[in-house]
């Protein structure tokens, strides 16, 4: 009688399932927390509970990750900017987008301040590329208050002389500062009556 040994395969390996949405929200809030350079591969992995190798395959590189966590910064914490655009006025727009600024760089369980100021501030040469990202990032925020503004003018909104540009500067440089303030320590309230100060130089109509 001829024995017959039946070997089983070992079923293949896959690799376990995860929810990237909820990854790339957790990798978004250590780029938040500790900055381009600041996030090694280690923390970013640990936090969106995969492999290196799933974090490739989803994500991409370190420098593709960041710029996806970016661009879910810019759709759920920051979405502020984008809502403040469609307030009527330019007047309500401003007060909008520094309200907005204060609640998302104060927010409750989030890091203080703003990943899009601080996330590459002092970046060497390996985080040049997210620099460069960010760099763009605000410059594109500026650009769509300067459209806005530019708009108020031509609806009689704002003064004929008012310089949108200027107004658009103006602004981006009070969020920046409260975000840098709110790394700091200071708290929503506090912030929110710098923006209050801020917007009584605001060009009368």
């Given at each position: 009688m001829v024995r017959v040994e039946i070997t089983r395969k070992a079923p293949v390996g896959r690799p376990r399932g995860f929810d990237?949405?909820?990854?790339?929200?957790?990798?978004?809030?250590?780029?938040?927390?500790?900055?381009?350079?600041?996030?090694?591969?280690?923390d970013l992995t640990t936090a969106m509970g995969i492999t290196r190798t799933s974090m490739y395959a989803a994500f991409g590189n370190k420098e593709q990750l960041f710029r996806k966590a970016l661009e879910r910064y810019t759709e759920?914490?920051?979405?502020?900017?984008?809502?403040?655009?469609?307030?009527?006025?330019?007047k309500e727009v401003a007060t909008a987008f520094l309200a907005g600024s204060v609640r998302a760089t104060t927010r409750p369980g989030c890091p203080a301040g703003c990943l899009g100021v601080q996330g590459s501030l002092a970046a060497g040469e390996s985080g040049r590329a997210a620099q460069d990202a960010l760099i763009a990032w605000r410059d594109d925020g500026r650009l769509r208050l300067r459209q806005r503004f530019q708009r108020a003018v031509d609806e009689g909104d704002l003064p004929a002389d008012a310089d949108p540009d200027l107004l658009a500067r103006y602004?981006?440089?009070?969020a920046n500062g409260i975000a840098v303030q709110a790394a700091g320590g200071a708290t929503h309230s506090e912030l929110q009556q710098v923006a209050d100060t801020a917007l009584r130089n605001w060009p009368p109509v």
């Amino acid at each position: 009688m001829v024995r017959v040994e039946i070997t089983r395969k070992a079923p293949v390996g896959r690799p376990r399932g995860f929810d990237a949405d909820e990854a790339l929200e957790r990798a978004m809030l250590v780029f938040w927390e500790q900055g381009y350079e600041g996030a090694s591969l280690t923390d970013l992995t640990t936090a969106m509970g995969i492999t290196r190798t799933s974090m490739y395959a989803a994500f991409g590189n370190k420098e593709q990750l960041f710029r996806k966590a970016l661009e879910r910064y810019t759709e759920g914490p920051a979405s502020y900017a984008a809502r403040a655009m469609e307030q009527p006025s330019a007047k309500e727009v401003a007060t909008a987008f520094l309200a907005g600024s204060v609640r998302a760089t104060t927010r409750p369980g989030c890091p203080a301040g703003c990943l899009g100021v601080q996330g590459s501030l002092a970046a060497g040469e390996s985080g040049r590329a997210a620099q460069d990202a960010l760099i763009a990032w605000r410059d594109d925020g500026r650009l769509r208050l300067r459209q806005r503004f530019q708009r108020a003018v031509d609806e009689g909104d704002l003064p004929a002389d008012a310089d949108p540009d200027l107004l658009a500067r103006y602004l981006m440089t009070v969020a920046n500062g409260i975000a840098v303030q709110a790394a700091g320590g200071a708290t929503h309230s506090e912030l929110q009556q710098v923006a209050d100060t801020a917007l009584r130089n605001w060009p009368p109509v």
